[in-house]
């Protein structure tokens, strides 16, 4: 395998690699960037004719002021696509991040340790794990609530037993080397080779199946966002929007359109870098 | 030993499925709903008075759920809030549609995936296996969401590629007439296949890549079989053990995607039942659908678990884990 | 799937022989260059004949048998030089010439016994695939030929095994199987590819005993690989040995006993394992290894290792050329038993140990 003898990390990724990491680049600086580009209110419905940024009709068409049309509401497209981008990567990226917190920590302590606290664990999440995720969180959203970070939560408490699964089984792992086991024979604190021995193995594939997670919560998002069921309306998500684009199809095909392919945009490119940094975390694995 | 092990899963199942049953119980008498529904089982709607909701509510946690789950294991499973049907009544109107959903993407995903796998593993690298795997990788980016809305914005709507009748259309049964009824689920169904047959595709073509250099396929071969027999008897099964194991798991997205599909393309099925429950707060209809829904993935993963025997003469006696 | 059958009959020709190779190369492009596994073999095998051909692993003699069946992939192989079977050109012949004689006409034994059968298909459908395929005998004919053919090889109570899984016999048995499996068509040429690796000297005795008997009794030509030049005694009409993808040392078996020229079969010979000793004992004794088949040396490919080698082995390739009996060639400027060989052998002790092996200083 002559891959294995490419040291550089740059060139194991691939140049898809780095295009992939550009877009989701691109998306992450124009979601943050949303308030301060020359974009209309993404609630404000432009009805008015007397106003400046008026949609002469109430559907779609592209033109010089609104680039992507209006919808059915006079709102601008383009603006809530890209306001709506705030929503999707705010829950994928700190849904993930609460997840790999609790399920990290928790898969790191059973799988050092093992014993009861692991079979406990395990069956809790086992028990989590035999809700298809979005059964569960329909139950929950149900009693929680609307807010971005109820939502946030939600989809963090349908992650972690993921989470929890994978870096668990990393740790189990990396905690038969020998390294660790000479360490353990010679006494050493459980805390000094957690910390010094495992840690350092098993953050980098722990963030790497976080990274694999990030499109899934996007897409758990979109999914309850198009039942209605994520942040209210009118704020923008692309699942909400996909929603109505998808009940008023017959009218103008941009409306569901545009949301579609902003989503997919992003989430490509971002299971894209995950599947990469995996294969090669995997032939890492496989050399040492 | 295997018999040790085989009593070991099936004990775990078991505590699973005890816990789900839990667990459902406890999140959904935490809704913001009609719990005074609960108790009175299939009787009659008189029953809902605020005196037994009061009498209901001051029992202890688990002498509810003790009461609940013995209703629900002696088939009684209760009315649905308003206006109150027997849950029964609705849960036989809906699951044929849901398992009719699951069952046609699954036939159209395996009859996909296969070929493409066989070929793709055929020849490993070349133009169509780039395409085909690319192509898969893609579609894993397409959640349900988005691609059931653009199919049917593609085959319903636009005048050339119309051929599929529109949401929301009258589904007859599948016995009463099969044309109609795989017309009208053919579209849902493909949304639900696509995912699915990027998984197998993908789990199939590596195994399959695999296999392809073991020495019985060399074998096979200087038998001077056909590479169609070869590729079917002989690569064929020892190639599925990895597409078995994630099977499992495949359910559980089955099950969300089914719930979306069915929204999607307005069918009544268990899916837009428990999304009609959540959203009117219905909370015994809520519990009922969750609790079956997962009962029916433990139980499914767990016979995947021994059928995964049956493919594997090697793991049919003795079975370590 | 098709079902034309394009069983080739092999016409019996009395004055052509069953096989020819005529220099016959096989080379694997690869990312560290061209690997030439086999580089120029030829040698004619007749009717009921058979054929040893010894040499250490990395020799290229397994690469040789599925060379010469044509069962090597096309892509990524360069395949130079003749294979003639009978009447047909194997190697300009296409895939479904070469299908109608694989398992019909040729067939292959393998290595490894535990790897070479199919672990999901019962043996019984293994053994009557290709009966039925090639032969177009019915279930239940294909199901009594499968018995007999068991009982053929050995197998104890064949009618209560056929819906068995591989992996319910033992090595040994398992080898039976295939050796069934090979012959179930009646095949003119059977290549046996190392039968007995994995196995134990009894088993491993009774196995090639059983191939000689099969071979002799349905009057097939065999080529028998091996590294264990003690297989091939008794058991072979002649033997070729290889090195490095060339063929060294041709002889009938007796002769080459007896009278070998190579250095090379004289050491082969020197480290075989004795007939009391384990079949799969490595030939260690020979100093250093075979050199890289996708960086082969200048002149004779065994200098390196040779105790005789003087300048001219790693400057010039000795052709092969006739030994004094019959039928015997060689291939070595200083052969073993002639005054030039004995004086090389001489001159290179007188210098001390690190020129006799070279190749280990």
């Known amino acids: 395998m002559p891959e294995q003898f490419e040291t550089a990390g740059g060139r194991q990724l691939g140049w898809g690699f780095w ?104 069956v809790i999440t086992n028990v989590f794990l035999s809700f298809p995720y979005l059964v569960l969180a329909l139950v929950i959203v149900t009693f929680l609530g609307h807010s971005l970070f109820d939502v946030i939560v939600i989809i963090a408490v349908v992650a972690w037993p993921l989470l929890f699964r994978v870096v668990r089984a990393a740790t189990i792992e990396y905690a038969q080397r020998d390294y660790v086991l000479a360490a353990q024979a010679l006494g050493s604190k459980p805390s000094r080779i957690l910390r010094t021995l495992l840690l350092p193995d098993v953050v980098p594939s722990a963030i790497t199946y976080a990274l694999l997670g990030v499109p899934l919560a996007i897409v758990a998002e979109g999914a309850l966002s198009f039942l209605g069921q994520s942040v209210p309306v009118p704020t923008p998500t692309w699942g909400n929007m996909i929603a109505a684009g998808s009940t008023a199809i017959s009218q103008d095909p941009i409306l569901l359109i545009a949301p579609a392919v902003a989503l997919f945009s992003f989430v490509l490119p971002i299971n894209y870098i995950g599947d990469r940094l995996r294969s090669v975390l995997d032939r890492r694995q496989g050399m040492t | 030993m295997a018999h040790l092990a085989r009593l070991r899963r099936a004990l775990e199942a078991l505590v699973t499925l005890l816990l789900v049953t839990l667990v459902t119980y406890f999140l959904t008498s935490k809704l913001p709903g009609n719990e005074g529904a609960v108790i009175c089982g299939s009787a009659p709607v008189s029953c809902i008075r605020h005196e037994d909701m009061v009498l209901y509510l001051n029992h202890p946690f688990f002498a509810r759920y003790l009461h609940w789950i013995s209703n629900l294991l002696t088939g009684n499973l209760g009315n649905t809030a308003s206006p109150p049907v027997p849950i029964t009544t609705l849960l036989k109107q809906d699951y044929p549609v849901t398992l009719e959903l699951i069952i046609y993407s699954q036939v159209m995903a395996v009859a996909v995936a296969i070929p493409l796998a066989m070929w793709g593993a055929l020849r490993a690298n070349g133009t169509f296996d780039k395409v085909t795997t690319g192509l898969t990788f893609a579609s894993l980016s397409l959640p349900y969401f988005v691609l059931g809305p653009l199919l049917v914005l593609l085959f319903t709507i636009s005048k050339p590629f119309n051929w599929f009748p529109g949401v929301a259309s009258s589904l007859p049964s599948i016995w009463s007439s099969p044309g109609t009824n795989l017309d009208v689920m053919f579209l849902p169904s493909l949304t639900l296949a696509v995912g699915s047959v990027a998984v197998y595709q993908r789990l199939l073509r590596a195994d399959m890549i695999t296999t392809l250099e073991e020495d019985y396929i060399v074998m096979a071969r200087a038998k001077g079989l056909s590479t169609s027999r070869i590729l079917f008897r002989h690569a064929l099964r020892p190639s599925t053990f990895t597409v078995m194991t994630v099977g499992g798991v495949q359910i559980a997205t089955l099950i969300t995607g089914a719930v979306i599909v069915e929204y999607v393309f307005g069918l009544n099925g268990l899916g837009s039942a428990l999304i009609a429950a959540v959203s009117s707060k219905d909370l015994p209809t809520v519990q009922v659908i969750t609790v079956i829904v997962a009962v029916a993935f433990i139980v499914l993963n767990f016979t995947i678990d021994q059928l995964y025997a049956v493919i594997d003469p090697r793991v049919r006696r003795a079975r370590a884990v | 799937m098709s079902r034309k059958r394009h069983i080739h009959e092999v016409e019996d020709l009395d004055d052509r022989p069953l096989l020819q190779v005529e220099d016959l190369k096989t080379h694997f492009r690869t990312d560290h260059g061209l690997v030439r596994s086999v580089d120029g073999v030829s040698f004619t095998l007749e009717r009921g004949r058979t054929l040893g051909i010894v040499g250490e692993s990395g020799s290229g003699k397994s690469v040789l048998s599925q060379s010469i069946m044509g069962l090597l992939p096309r892509q990524g192989v360069v395949h130079e030089g003749r294979v003639r079977f009978g009447d047909v050109e194997l190697s300009s012949a296409s895939t479904a010439e070469l299908r109608g004689l694989w398992g019909a006409q040729m067939s292959i034994i393998f290595q490894d016994p535990t790897t070479a059968l199919n672990p999901v298909v019962r043996i019984g459908r293994q053994l009557t695939e290709s009966l039925r395929y090639h032969l177009a005998m019915s279930r239940f004919d294909a199901r009594e030929t499968a018995i007999a053919l068991l009982r053929s090889v050995g197998l104890p109570e064949p009618e209560h095994r056929l819906r068995w899984f591989p992996h319910q016999f033992s090595g040994g048995m398992q080898q039976r199987i295939v050796i069934a499996v090979a012959i179930a068509c009646g095949p003119k040429l059977l290549l046996a590819d190392e039968p007995t690796t994995g196995l134990d000297v009894t088993v491993s005795a009774q196995i090639l005993d059983l191939i000689n008997r099969l071979q002799q009794e349905r009057y097939m030509s065999m080529i028998l690989v091996t590294h264990d030049l003690s297989v091939v005694t008794g058991r072979t009409d002649d033997v070729l040995v290889m090195y490095a993808g060339k063929i060294v040392e041709r002889a009938p078996t007796a002769t080459l006993f007896r009278d070998m020229r190579m250095p090379y079969t004289e050491a082969l010979l020197r480290s075989a394992p004795r007939l009391a000793s384990p079949s799969h004992t490595r030939l260690q004794a020979i100093p250093g290894s075979p050199p890289n088949p996708a960086a082969l040396p200048l002149g004779c490919r065994f200098a390196a290792r040779c105790p005789y080698a003087q300048p001219r082995c790693t400057a010039e390739e000795p052709p092969m050329r006739d030994a004094e009996s019959l039928n015997h060639q060689f291939a070595c400027w200083y052969p073993v038993g002639t005054p030039e060989g004995r004086r090389a052998l001489e001159e290179n002790r007188a210098r001390g140990p690190a020129a006799v092996f070279p190749g280990t200083a």
Not at chain 1, 24 to 38: Q, S
Not at chain 1, 51 to 69: K, N, V
């Open chain 1, 19 to 122: 295009v992939a990491a550009s877009i989701c680049g691109a998306w992450i600086a124009v979601a943050a960037l949303a308030n301060v580009l020359p974009l209309p209110n993404p609630n404000y419905a432009q009805l008015n004719p007397a106003s400046p940024g008026y949609c002469f009709q109430s559907l779609g068409h592209p033109y010089s002021a609104h680039l992507l049309g209006c919808d059915t509401d006079g709102r601008d497209i383009l603006s809530r696509i890209i306001f709506g981008s705030r929503v999707s990567l705010e829950v994928g990226f700190a849904s993930i991040a609460i997840g790999l917190a609790v399920g990290g920590a928790l898969g790191i302590v059973a799988g050092y340790f093992r014993g009861l606290v692991d079979e406990l664990l395990t």
